[in-house]
């Protein structure tokens, strides 16, 4: 139990400052970590924080990780599929993007285009937005199993 509880709490921290770096703006999200690639540290302080904030619910909220009931088996699912979609953010954007930086321009190709970074956004703001909404579903199902 109480490995969970570090995990929560990790998971927690990491999340509020990657948050926090990205909200200000912060400098260490342009800080390249190659002299000759354009590899942002910012790239790798989002994905963390785009894997802990499901990992949070996973480890915070015991019905999600063992479901007693079929609406928290669906949640669970879903709640799993979004840590996953969280640990592949870098690999699918990259594909998008054609760089690590995530760069978009004007040009016709899907890769690196138009189309390309309203999926990314897309995407980027979906593994923000579900967990959180299911949070919320949480929230509602243990308000109906009270009443």
Known sequence: M???KLWFTISIIVFITASI???TGSSLMTLSLSQK????LG????WLGMISLPLSLYFGIGRLREPVSTPYKYLSYFLKGLI???VLWVPIC???AGNIAFNFTEKAEFQGGQTAMRIFWYYSYA???APLLLWV???ILRLFRRN
């Open 2 to 4: 109480k490995n969970r």
């Open 21 to 23: 770096l990205l909200i």
């Open 37 to 40: 690639a354009n590899i942002p």
């Open 43 to 46: 790239t790798f302080i989002t």
């Open 84 to 86: 996953a979609l969280g």
């Open 94 to 96: 990259f594909l998008l």
């Open 127 to 129: 593994q923000v937005c």
């Open 137 to 139: 579903t949480h929230g």
